[in-house]
C-alpha cells in the first residue's frame, strides 16, 4: 500500500464512508493502524491502494466521515488490505475457522459463510437478507455472533435494542448490525423495531426522525430463542436452528476473536475491492428463478451474487 498522502487543506471537504465511482476507483473507510481512533479513507484507484487523509476526484474533495467515539469504538473496521489469494480458498478458510468454534449443519455453515460475503457487498444488492439464529441458552448462538462480529463487514454488535438506536445505529457506516437475545415481547416497542426491521432490507425507503433522514439499510443479524413471530419479517430471513452440542468445540475468547478478525477483515476487505465491479445486479437470475417467490429470490440472488466471482475468477 502506498504511504499516507500529504493532506490537501483547501476546503473542509466531503465526509464520506464509502463511495465508487464510475471509473472502478473506490473509496473504503479503515482505522490508522497507529491510532485505531483516527479514520482514514482507503482508495482503491487502478488497482492500486492508497491511504490517504482526503482525496480529490474530478474537483471533489472527500474526507473520512465523523463518528461519535463512543460509538466509533466498537465498529468492526479494518486497518488495510491483504492479499485474499483465491475467492474458494478465503471461503474455505472462513468454514474452517467457523467449524472449530460452533456446531451447526455444514449446509448450514456454508450458507452462513455466503452471508458474510455478501456483507461486503450490500451496495451492489438490491436487497439484502437477515441472518436469524434461533436456539435455547447454550447453543452457541453468542459465539456465533462474536465470530461474525469477527467477520462481518462494519459490524457491530449490541445487546439491548430500541427503535432509536436501531435506526440511528443504521445510520452509523451502514453497518453489518448483529442484534444478540432479539426475544421482544408484544409490546408497542417491538412493533416498532419489527416495523423498522422491515423497512431495513431494500434501500431507498430512510426513516425520518426530527427532521433528518435515517437509512436503515443493510445486512443484520438476529438471535433469538423462538423463530421470527412476524411472517413479513421472517420472510427476509434466513433461519438457521442451533441446539447444544456435545461435540468438543474450541473456546472463543477476546484474545481469539480479535486474532481472527485481524486475519480475514483485510483479506475480505481485498475481496470486495478487486470484485465490487462484478457484482451488479444480474436479470438472468432473475430470469432463471421465475419460478421462486419475490422474497426467497432476493435471498437467493444476495447469496449467490457474491459467489459469482468465485467461479468467473477460478473457471
Given at each position: 500500500?502506498?504511504?499516507?498522502?500529504?493532506?490537501?487543506?483547501?476546503?473542509?471537504g466531503?465526509?464520506?464512508?464509502?463511495?465508487?465511482?464510475?471509473?472502478?476507483?473506490?473509496?473504503?473507510?479503515?482505522?490508522?493502524?497507529?491510532?485505531?481512533?483516527?479514520?482514514?479513507?482507503?482508495?482503491?484507484?487502478?488497482?492500486?491502494?492508497?491511504?490517504?487523509?482526503?482525496?480529490?476526484?474530478?474537483?471533489?474533495?472527500?474526507?473520512?466521515?465523523?463518528?461519535?467515539?463512543?460509538?466509533?469504538?466498537?465498529?468492526?473496521?479494518?486497518?488495510?488490505?491483504?492479499?485474499?489469494?483465491?475467492?474458494?480458498?478465503?471461503?474455505?478458510?472462513?468454514?474452517?475457522?467457523?467449524?472449530?468454534?460452533?456446531?451447526?449443519?455444514?449446509?448450514?455453515?456454508?450458507?452462513?459463510?455466503?452471508?458474510?460475503?455478501?456483507?461486503?457487498?450490500?451496495?451492489?444488492?438490491?436487497?439484502?437478507?437477515?441472518?436469524?439464529?434461533?436456539?435455547?441458552?447454550?447453543?452457541?448462538?453468542?459465539?456465533?455472533?462474536k465470530?461474525?462480529?469477527?467477520?462481518?463487514?462494519?459490524?457491530?454488535?449490541?445487546?439491548?435494542?430500541?427503535?432509536?438506536?436501531?435506526?440511528?445505529?443504521?445510520?452509523?457506516?451502514?453497518?453489518?448490525?448483529?442484534?444478540?437475545?432479539?426475544?421482544?415481547?408484544?409490546?408497542?416497542?417491538?412493533?416498532?423495531?419489527?416495523?423498522?426491521?422491515?423497512?431495513?432490507?431494500?434501500?431507498?425507503?430512510?426513516?425520518?426522525?426530527?427532521?433528518?433522514?435515517?437509512?436503515?439499510?443493510?445486512?443484520?443479524?438476529?438471535?433469538?430463542?423462538?423463530?421470527?413471530?412476524?411472517?413479513?419479517?421472517?420472510?427476509?430471513?434466513i433461519?438457521?436452528?442451533?441446539?447444544?452440542?456435545?461435540?468438543?468445540?474450541?473456546?472463543?475468547d477476546?484474545?481469539?476473536?480479535e486474532?481472527i478478525?485481524?486475519?480475514?477483515?483485510?483479506?475480505?476487505?481485498?475481496?470486495?475491492l478487486?470484485?465490487?465491479d462484478?457484482?451488479?445486479?444480474?436479470?438472468?437470475?432473475?430470469?432463471?428463478?421465475?419460478?421462486l417467490?419475490?422474497?426467497?429470490?432476493?435471498?437467493?440472488?444476495?447469496?449467490?451474487s457474491?459467489?459469482?466471482?468465485?467461479?468467473?475468477?477460478?473457471?
Amino acid at each position: 500500500m502506498k504511504a499516507l498522502q500529504k493532506p490537501n487543506r483547501k476546503g473542509p471537504g466531503k465526509p464520506t464512508h464509502s463511495q465508487a465511482f464510475p471509473d472502478g476507483t473506490i473509496i473504503e473507510t479503515v482505522r490508522d493502524s497507529a491510532r485505531p481512533e483516527t479514520l482514514r479513507l482507503l482508495v482503491f484507484r487502478r488497482k492500486t491502494p492508497i491511504l490517504t487523509e482526503r482525496f480529490t476526484y474530478r474537483g471533489e474533495l472527500y474526507v473520512p466521515g465523523t463518528i461519535n467515539p463512543g460509538l466509533a469504538k466498537h465498529l468492526r473496521l479494518p486497518s488495510g488490505i491483504a492479499p485474499c489469494g483465491r475467492p474458494s480458498e478465503l471461503l474455505a478458510e472462513m468454514f474452517a475457522t467457523l467449524q472449530r468454534y460452533v456446531d451447526v449443519p455444514d449446509e448450514d455453515l456454508r450458507v452462513i459463510c455466503a452471508f458474510i460475503l455478501s456483507s461486503w457487498f450490500p451496495d451492489c444488492l438490491q436487497s439484502v437478507p437477515y441472518l436469524w439464529l434461533v436456539g435455547p441458552p447454550g447453543s452457541g448462538k453468542t459465539t456465533l455472533l462474536k465470530l461474525l462480529h469477527a467477520l462481518c463487514r462494519r459490524a457491530f454488535l449490541i445487546g439491548d435494542l430500541t427503535p432509536a438506536s436501531l435506526y440511528q445505529l443504521t445510520g452509523l457506516l451502514s453497518p453489518t448490525l448483529i442484534i444478540d437475545e432479539n426475544d421482544g415481547a408484544n409490546s408497542q416497542m417491538s412493533r416498532q423495531i419489527e416495523r423498522i426491521l422491515r423497512m431495513g432490507n431494500s434501500p431507498g425507503a430512510p426513516i425520518i426522525r426530527n427532521g433528518r433522514a435515517f437509512d436503515t439499510y443493510g445486512p443484520k443479524v438476529l438471535a433469538s430463542r423462538q423463530p421470527p413471530l412476524d411472517a413479513a419479517l421472517g420472510s427476509r430471513s434466513i433461519i438457521i436452528p442451533m441446539l447444544p452440542s456435545k461435540r468438543g468445540l474450541t473456546a472463543l475468547d477476546q484474545v481469539s476473536k480479535e486474532r481472527i478478525a485481524e486475519q480475514f477483515q483485510p483479506k475480505l476487505l481485498m475481496c470486495r475491492l478487486q470484485n465490487h465491479d462484478l457484482l451488479h445486479t444480474s436479470l438472468e437470475f432473475y430470469r432463471e428463478t421465475e419460478s421462486l417467490t419475490p422474497r426467497i429470490r432476493d435471498i437467493a440472488h444476495a447469496l449467490a451474487s457474491p459467489l459469482r466471482f468465485v467461479n468467473t475468477l477460478e473457471d
